[in-house]
Nanobody
Framework: QVQLVESGGGLVQAGGSLRLSCAAS????????ITWYRRAPGKQRELVAK??????TNYADSVKGRFTISRDSANTVSLEMNTLKPEDTAIYSC?????????WGQGTQVTVSS
């Protein structure tokens, strides 16, 4: 079992920055990858950024060059978001993949005002 808790969301003006954190507990050494997803009102959930246990990363085209995913410690992954746009407004959730399951946090709201 893996438990995930997101933090760091909030309200920011366009052009500003936020840093989200995803803290994992439980069987953290079974995690193969952690992915940040977001869901905007009226839209489908989309992958934002992913980091594997080996450190490989990939990003949605819409956030490349603005967002950076990184592993801060054995149990914490961060998403640094710069040059935020109103279209980045969404609930951001982290997901942990293991060999046998997938786990979700509760999500954190990010609102970017124009």
């Amino acid at each position: 079992q893996v438990q995930l808790v997101e933090s760091g969301g909030g309200l920011v003006q366009a052009g500003g920055s936020l840093r989200l954190s995803c803290a994992a507990s439980g069987s953290i050494f079974s995690i193969n990858a952690i992915t940040w997803y977001r869901r905007a009102p009226g839209k489908q959930r989309e992958l934002v950024a992913k980091i594997t246990s080996g450190g490989s990363t990939n990003y949605a085209d819409s956030v490349k060059g603005r967002f950076t995913i990184s592993r801060d410690s054995a149990n914490t992954v961060s998403l640094e978001m710069n040059t935020l746009k109103p279209e980045d407004t969404a609930i951001y959730s982290c997901n942990a993949e293991t060999n046998w399951s997938s786990y979700w946090g509760q999500g954190t709201q990010v609102t970017v005002s124009s």
